[in-house]
């Protein structure tokens, strides 16, 4: 499995956590290889990991993933990593 981590700055978080709800996480989870995904804010920082089958898939999300995030939140960067464990 690899994960994509991404990072945000959220510049409204009432409409960044309406957003996620309604149009980031329906249109990640059907991406194909989507296996889980985790949101995480701290203050205005947004730490996400969305975790895919294979490592294909997760370079596939990490190349859309810029144009995904919507305005309430400003794209720092993404990254792909492989899981090496998980419980």
């Known amino acids: 499995m ?12 009432d409409a960044a956590e309406r957003d996620l709800k309604e149009q980031l996480l329906p ?5 194909p290889g989507f296996v889980a995904g985790y949101w ?3 203050d205005d920082s947004g730490l996400t990991m ?11 999300m990490r190349e859309l993933v810029s144009s995904t995030v919507p305005d309430a939140m400003t794209f720092q960067g993404a990254e792909v ?3 090496v464990a998980h419980a």
Do not use: C
């Open 40 to 42: 995480t804010v701290k």
């Open 27 to 31: 249109r990640v989870s059907q991406i």
């Open 2 to 13: 690899h994960a994509v981590i991404v990072n945000v700055t959220i510049n409204d978080s």
């Open 81 to 83: 990593r492989e899981v």
């Open 50 to 60: 969305l975790v895919f089958e294979s490592e294909a898939a997760a370079n596939g």
